[in-house]
């Protein structure tokens, strides 16, 4: 399957964020959707089924972990890959992403190309 198929939706409050990570991922041939907290990410999921997420922590209203644990609870969203890709890089953060149903944990600043590796990785398995 082409990766331009491929939709994957960028979670994160900070705009900055969101216009970098989608630039990159758009200039590499994915289509993508943004959302800038957890209840405009649900209602994007209402509509759309996305084929990764990348989600970060710290977020208003809900954080990462809380909405990852909402969505691996969901029968519609529980399948699909959740990345963290947050500036938290503790160990017990990443931990606890793992234990709430991510499938891996990229800390910021990322490199783009091991950011983009991960995601094909992931979208390939």
């Known amino acids: ?32 959707g943004a959302a800038v907290n957890a209840p405009k990410a649900l209602e994007f999921l209402e509509n759309r089924r996305p084929d990764l997420i990348l989600l970060d922590v710290t977020m208003p209203e809900m ?27 503790e160990t017990e953060d990443i931990v606890r992403g793992f234990q709430t149903g991510g499938v891996d944990y990229i800390g910021k600043p990322f490199n783009s190309a091991e950011l983009l590796a991960r995601v094909k990785t992931h979208l390939e398995l």
Do not use: H, W
């Open 63 to 89: 954080d990462g972990f809380a909405l990852c644990t909402q969505l691996k609870s969901d029968v519609y969203t529980k399948d699909i890959p959740v990345v963290f890709v947050t500036a938290r890089t």
């Open 1 to 32: 399957m082409s990766k331009s198929k491929y939709l994957i939706l960028i979670i994160d409050d900070n705009a900055e964020n969101i216009k970098f990570l989608g630039s990159l991922l758009i200039d590499n041939g994915y289509d993508v």
